[in-house]
T-cell receptor
Framework: GAGVSQSPSNKVTEKGKDVELRCDPI?????LYWYRQSLGQGLEFLIYFQGNSAPDKSGLPSDRFSAERTGGSVSTLTIQRTQQEDSAVYLCASSLVAADPVQETQYFGPGTRLLVL | AQSVTQLGSHVSVSEGALVLLRCNYS??????LFWYVQYPNQGLQLLLKYTSAATLVKGINGFEAEFKKSETSFHLTKPSAHMSDAAEYFC???????????FGIGTKLQVIP
């Protein structure tokens, strides 16, 4: 597709269950980002992948959160033993990293709305 | 450390009136500044970005923002509001590329017919 896609668009789960959220970045984009958007709050950075470099996981809120990016393309964000406070919109974005950041543009997917009951 | 403060979580304007959404930033080094728009059930879309070139930045949909270092501000404006401008707007700051961008909490813009 032409843009960043995410699946599922909505996910309802029970507390304690594991969930997997998927992101398909724009083809050729080397950078991929995950953010969390909680009600009444701005976007919170979670994790950043760039090419073959080790991901920047500094934004992950706990060890229940993990993410991987296979083949430099699709990424999966996994939340284990979900808690009610994990309820949020999880946004993925991708960009084609340029030597000059001025030239770089980040594109967001529509998000996955997660509700933990 | 970097941060942004968006003044006003909700702003209402009449159709055709000036839109002014306020954003103040804090950064220890010259920042890059961004405004994004989010329509219901959609991801964020970049409206415009400031990257130390011209202080007045023009973006899509008739929006523009002016970087004022003395006021540490980057307010978003549009001369005449349209109904389609109703959305949530996010100001963001970074000290380089998109890694570690810090977002504000957002301002919901309501356009009244």
């Amino acid at each position: 597709g032409a843009g960043v896609s995410q699946s599922p668009s909505n996910k309802v789960t029970e507390k304690g269950k594991d969930v997997e959220l998927r992101c398909d970045p724009i083809s050729g984009h080397t950078a991929l980002y995950w953010y969390r958007q909680s009600l009444g709050q701005g976007l919170e950075f979670l994790i950043y992948f760039q090419g073959n470099s080790a991901p920047d996981k500094s934004g992950l809120p706990s060890d229940r959160f993990s993410a991987e990016r296979t083949g430099g393309s699709v990424s999966t964000l996994t939340i284990q033993r979900t808690q009610q406070e994990d309820s949020a919109v999880y946004l993925c974005a991708s960009s084609l990293v340029a030597a000059d950041p001025v030239q770089e543009t980040q594109y967001f997917g529509p998000g996955t709305r997660l509700l933990v009951l | 450390a970097q941060s942004v403060t968006q003044l006003g979580s909700h702003v209402s304007v009449s159709e055709g009136a000036l839109v002014l959404l306020r954003c103040n930033y804090s950064s220890s080094v010259p920042p890059y500044l961004f405004w994004y728009v989010q329509y219901p059930n959609q991801g964020l879309q970049l409206l415009l970005k400031y990257t130390s070139a011209a202080t007045l930045v023009k973006g899509i949909n008739g929006f523009e923002a002016e970087f004022k270092k003395s006021e540490t501000s980057f307010h978003l404006t549009k001369p005449s509001a349209h109904m389609s401008d109703a959305a949530e707007y996010f100001c963001a700051v970074s000290v380089g590329g998109y890694q570690k961008v810090t977002f504000g909490i957002g301002t919901k813009l309501q356009v009244i017919p």
